[in-house]
């Protein structure tokens, strides 16, 4: 039962309305964000039109701002903008979808300037933006907008898409566009791809950049930006209309052989009932495996996949399920080739996979793909196998399968643990002390579990040897302290 100290909406509504009001306006004192959600919900409070005219001041405010926000305050830019973004769609929208629509197109127009004057690097404030975008679709529905009206506010965000902030916008709002608005908006596209280029005089090109080429001008750039923009707008809008040969044609016939390109045309050919025509466009495409990386790409060969599938092609398509495995240890193109399997196959399947696991080229690559299966007794000899080329930098993998081997294999965890220790203390890397300190003390409690240790040191002999050749590192000995 909680303590009726403990910070509960229950606990506070004890304290009466007076007496929170108090303390709000107390807490609120010199802290601008707290003071502008508290005027949203007395605005709230009042009307849902009340609520838009404090949000629409707001954005306004935050249009004319000219200050930059570094990192230190870009949590607190996402929050306010936030906050707008969800008084339009959760408030607003309840009571008029029109006046909200409105507002989050203008919400929308803050992207530019805002990202112009703010340090994103870590992508909070563009998730605020990419979710309002997601949203006006539905907005657009519930307010029953003309879909010539809406056709011309998204071509209009598009050509202004200076920061992907309008990605997927014709994807959210294709179904309040109908089939009007999207041969509306195909035909901006068309007349905007057909629009005369003007080229400024020699004299007057800015150069921005140099390239293998030559120099890189402005103007060059700005082509480059709106023939993408309508090529991108015309295949979006031919997957919305479900025009699996318009999508195509927004590429050449060069372009149309990239692996990448292949498979998208592809999968769209199988999903309009036209594998034998997918089968052609996957097998033109300039796949080459060489010998320095053989990864695959597992985009196209998913879609090939699915082509095979598409076309009754089982056995084809487990054949490259299973060499998708053998290159990669991809744990998903091994469950989906073992779950096509007859049953008590798969079971023999699996060992034969498990064992070419162990064998793969990379120890680390096998110890995680042995780890995540599980498959915790092979993940354990294959340590003791490869123990002097564990890699200990890999410290996202290693400390996994420690954890994962600690409890039945002590032994196996124990080695792992002192790859990442090795590691820390040979190249001196102080910011990861503490994690060693850390795992140096596990190694201390498993040894207790480790009846022999074979080939390797005890952990009193192997703390020994540490204590001797990092002996001077005096940080990380005293976190052991």
């Known amino acids: 039962m909680a303590s009726k100290t403990t910070l509960t909406a229950k606990n506070l509504e004890a304290l009466g309305a007076e007496r929170l009001a108090a303390l709000l306006i107390e807490i609120s004192t010199g802290d601008a964000t707290a003071k502008r959600r508290l005027r949203m919900e007395l605005a709230a409070a009042r009307s849902p039109t009340d609520l838009a005219k404090e949000v629409r001041k707001r954005l306004t405010t935050i249009a004319r701002s000219r200050s930059f926000v570094d990192w230190t305050g870009i949590r607190s830019l996402a929050n306010d903008l936030d906050t707008q973004r969800r008084a339009i769609v959760e408030t607003v929208a309840q009571a008029d979808p029109k006046e909200a629509l409105d507002l989050l197109w203008r919400f929308m127009d803050l992207a530019t300037p805002v990202f112009g004057r703010c340090d994103d690097s870590n992508g909070i404030v563009g998730d605020v933006f990419r979710a309002a975008c997601h949203e006006i679709g539905g907005l657009a529905l519930k307010a029953k907008t003309d879909p010539s009206i809406l056709a011309n506010h998204v071509f209009d965000a598009l050509v202004a898409n200076d920061y992907g902030q309008f990605d997927g916008l014709i994807s959210s709002v294709a179904p309040a566009l109908e089939q009007k608005g999207l041969e509306h908006l195909k035909r901006h596209m068309i007349d905007l791809s057909n629009k005369p280029v003007v080229r400024p ?41 479900g025009d699996v040969d318009a999508f195509i044609a927004q590429y050449d016939e060069a372009t149309r052989k990239v692996p990448k390109i292949a498979a998208e045309i592809a999968v769209r050919l199988v999903g309009a009932g036209r594998a034998e025509e997918a089968l052609t466009v996957i097998d033109a495409a300039e796949y080459r495996r060489s010998r320095d990386w053989d990864w695959p790409d597992f985009y196209w060969e998913d879609a090939r996949i699915a082509v095979l599938e598409a076309l009754g092609r089982t056995e084809d398509a487990q054949r490259v399920r299973w060499d998708c495995f053998e290159r ?86 124990t080695l792992v643990l002192r790859a990442m220790i090795d590691f820390t203390l040979g190249k001196s890397r102080s910011s990861r002390y503490k994690h060693a300190a850390r795992h140096l003390l596990e190694c201390s409690s498993l040894s207790s579990a480790i009846a022999d240790f074979d080939a390797f040191e005890t952990h009193q002999a192997y703390e020994a040897r540490l204590r001797r050749e990092h002996g001077r590192k005096s940080s990380f000995w005293g976190l052991m302290e």
């Open 201 to 241: 005089a020699e004299k007057d090109r800015v150069q921005i950049g140099w390239s293998s080429s030559g120099s890189i001008f402005a103007d060059e750039i700005e082509e480059r930006s709106r023939m993408s923009t309508v090529r991108l707008a015309l295949q979006q809008i031919a997957d919305a209309q």
């Open 328 to 413: 990669s240890l991809s744990a998903a193109h091994l469950r989906a080739y073992l779950k096509k399997l007859p049953d008590f196959d798969d079971v023999e399947a699996e060992e034969k996979a498990l064992d070419h696991a162990e064998r793969y080229r990379s120890p680390l690559g096998a110890l995680s793909f042995l780890i995540a299966w599980p498959a915790l007794g092979r993940a354990a000899k294959l340590v003791i196998a490869h123990a002097a080329d564990l890699d200990g930098d890999h410290y996202e993998i290693l400390t996994r399968a420690a954890e994962a081997l600690a409890a039945k294999h002590p032994l196996a965890s």
